[in-house]
Every structure is written in C-alpha cells, then in structure tokens.
C-alpha cells in the first residue's frame, strides 16, 4: 500500500485539547498497535569524539544532552500494520503532534542551527510557550493511555536514542519521583526503555544497515508528526520486503542505534 499525502491530516496538540486527543487515543489504541514516534527537540549541544563512539561513551553523550534539554513536539504515528492510519470514518487518515510549553528560547540551553532549522520548517517557538502541552501532565495521560507497559504495542522510531531518553526522563520523573536526570548508566536506561515500551522496541537506523535503505518522504522534514510517518512507512517496507515472520524481526528487538547492548531479562 502506498501512502497519499493529500489524504494525510495532522492533529496538533495544545493544552486546550490534550485530554481529548488522548481519550480518543485510548479508544482506538486496540486496533492500532504499531506506533511509530518522532521528537524534535532543542539540538545537541554535547558532542563525542569519534575516536570513542562506543555504546557507553555514546550514552553518556545523550545523557549529557537529555538531561539539560527540553523536548519541543512529539510526533505520533498509529497503524495496525501495513501503513493503516486512524480515519474515523473519514477519507483523511490521522497523526497526531503533541506541542509543549516548557522550552524557552531566551534561557534554555540549545543548537542555534537547529532552531534555526525548526523555525524555517514553521515552528512558532512563542505559541508553544503560551499554548503548549505540559511535559508533566503528557507524561500522565500517556501512562494511562494504553501506550505504554502494553505487551501487545509495537514501538518503531529512527535513531532512537535520543527519542527514548526524552521520553524515559519525563516518565521516570513523573513516576517513580526520580530527579529529571536519565540513569547513570546505560543497562539501567535500557531496563527503563523495556519497563515503559516492552519488548517489540524497533529503531529503523539499526535496521537499514543490514538491508537496502528504502527512500521515501512526501512532507517536510523536521515536522514530528510527518516524520513519524515516514519512519513508519520505511519501518513497514523493510519489514515486508527482508522479514518474512514475526520471530525474525523480534531479533532485532530493543536495539537502539548506537547503543547496541541487549538486555534480555
């Protein structure tokens, strides 16, 4: 099946439709099980050496830049296989973009490039402060929102890394009243990635290396909704084209691009 872009319509998130969106979230979360995830986020401002890009080192970087940064959108993609999106009863197939309030532009640390970058792509920095979602309170309703310590959910992103430490921060802070820090230490990080995500954890990144990269995009880059997508739209040709079943692909479960340590219990 091939993905028209005219027939895509995106929902945008802000506080005054937070609880909605998840309620209507929570309704169909049964029959689309794959979620394909997207941030975009206020850039890097720690670097590693590439003499030292191994997984520890390479965590500790992300670390470095998770805990001193904010997320700016979160992009949301649900199928139930085979690019099927949410219609409700409609033509127009849904993806959701959650906006927040927390980054400030005059005080937060961040990349100029990359902000730059985000406001060509029409990010307004300024509505996000006054209209955005609360971090806390998203971290809730995703709790509660059939999303998450669901066995039955796949969860596919593209170099994932920095996609699972935001969202394990917010989480963790909000759950286990840990400090808005990730773990010291990587197993402890991907022990959370497996607590809150399960165990069909699939980063695209480290998937393509071993095959043919496929190549599509019909939107904007830099936009988390749309690049959720298109990473589900890779996800699902490359699954349907190398992995001709289920136990073939879960051996690639919970590897997260550049932190290739597999815990198993």
């Known amino acids: 099946m091939t993905l028209s872009c005219s027939s895509m319509m995106t929902r945008s998130v802000w506080s005054y439709n937070l609880e909605s969106e998840f309620e209507l979230i929570r309704s169909i979360i049964s029959l689309y099980p794959f979620i394909s995830m997207d941030p975009e986020f206020a850039g890097v401002v720690f670097q590693s050496h590439p003499a030292f890009r191994q997984p520890n080192n390479n965590y500790a970087v992300m670390k470095a830049n998770v805990d001193g940064m904010h997320l700016i959108q979160v992009g ?15 033509s127009n197939r849904f993806i959701w973009e959650f906006n927040f309030c927390e980054f400030d532009v005059t005080h937060h640390p961040h ?10 792509q029409g990010i307004d920095f300024d509505k996000n402060r006054k209209f955005g979602v609360s971090i806390v309170r998203f971290a809730e309703l995703m709790m509660f929102s059939g999303l998450l310590c669901n066995n ?9 890394a920095y996609d699972f430490g935001y969202m394990v921060k917010i989480l963790s802070q909000r759950f286990f009243y840990m400090q808005p820090f990730l773990p010291p230490n990587l197993c402890d990080f991907l022990q959370l990635v497996k607590f809150f995500f399960g165990y069909k954890v699939y980063d695209v990144k480290h998937l393509i290396r071993f095959f043919s990269q496929p190549s599509w995009r019909c939107r904007k880059s830099h936009h988390a909704g749309s690049d959720s997508l298109v990473t589900l739209h890779v996800f699902n040709k490359i699954k349907t084209l190398y992995f001709h079943t289920e136990l073939d692909l879960q051996k690639h479960a919970g590897v997260l691009y550049g932190l290739e340590i597999i815990v198993t219990n």
């Open 111 to 120: 990349a100029p490039h990359s902000i730059a970058l985000l406001r060509r």
């Open 76 to 90: 949301l993609t649900l199928s139930h296989g085979h690019d099927n999106l949410p219609t409700f009863g409609t």
């Open 152 to 160: 039955n959910i796949h969860w596919i992103a593209f170099h994932s």
